[in-house]
């Protein structure tokens, strides 16, 4: 049985690029022996595997809301790191959290991972925003419309520590990048690459061209994934400690806190991709072409990586995270995932 003092974590998306590096810096935390961490997962021949990091692994997912809902009342701290825009598991693990204030009269943890997709807008990669949104500015956030994308879930969570018997934060990445690496991908239970980089990198090789929304104008920070981890980890640090103010780290509505250090526009990301595949006798051109509608349909599902999504990081920044890789290293990162996606 645990015993007092210990600190029960909850991560849900431990098998993913973002839950993955998080749970490995967890276990690499200086008081990761006062940890019990438990994970959910979907993949049974996983489970030993994380058992032997100390970790326990319980079989289930985003549907089985009343196994989320136990694991979420048994935790101080949950991680959720799975899918973002389940409002149905947000309000199990919500559930739970509010059973475990009712029962220990302390307010739980709960760290959610959206992305700063939030703040987009139509550009349609035809121009840069001059909107730049600062997480630190509460009314600036609170302006978003119910209707942009994860917000509702995100609502969700602030309304809860509105009610106080959750104290929430929301970490908002931006473009990661990087292969992720680490004792979980070491054991071949975490996924290693990332999203957007990744997908315009599949679609370019598929279509044996770089490509890019509209002009690829817009504008779009990014992080890399060893920064972002670290930011969870500076986000857990501040909220679990006495601040020297005797106050309280911002949660709730002043509790946003974005991942970005530098930006780009989409052009630089693929004017890249495409320069790499060109280089490699696989691109028809070093200039990247514009994605035709169907494309994007075809590859994105629609033309996100089109949007205006600009922040500055200055809350995560104020907590004391300290990212340390730039864009240069953003756009050096791309000539490594298109080799892997080429020996994949
Ligand atoms: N990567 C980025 O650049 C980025 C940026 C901003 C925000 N985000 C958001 O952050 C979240 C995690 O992203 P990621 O890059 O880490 O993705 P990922 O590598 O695909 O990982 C997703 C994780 O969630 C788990 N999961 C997904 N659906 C689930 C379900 N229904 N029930 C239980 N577990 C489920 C996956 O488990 P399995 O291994 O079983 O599939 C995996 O562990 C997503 O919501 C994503 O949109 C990502």
Redesign the pocket.
Known sequence: MPQPGNTHIFL????????GSVLANLLNHPKSDSFHITV????EEKLPKFRSVGVKAVIG???DTTLLSKLASEADVVFA????D?LDAAKAILSGLQKRYDAKGRASILIH???IAVLGDNAAGKYGTETIYSDLNVEQIESLKPTQMHREVDLEIVSADQKGFVKTFIVL?S??YGIASGPLVDLGVQ?SH???IPALVKASLDRGQGGMVGEGKNLWPNVHVDDISDLFIAVYDAATKNQPTGGQVGHGLEGFYFGENGEHRLYDISKTVSQVLYDLGKGKSPEPTTFTEEELLKYFGGAYLGSNSRCRAERSRSIGWNPKYTTQDMLASIKPEVEASLSG
Do not use: E, F, M, V
Not at 12 to 19: K, P
Not at 40 to 43: G, P
């Open positions: 849900t998306g431990a098998t993913g690029y973002i839950g959910l997962i979907r993949s997912s985003h549907s790191c799975a899918d973002a389940n991972t959206p992305g990445p473009t990661i996924h990332s999203q957007q």
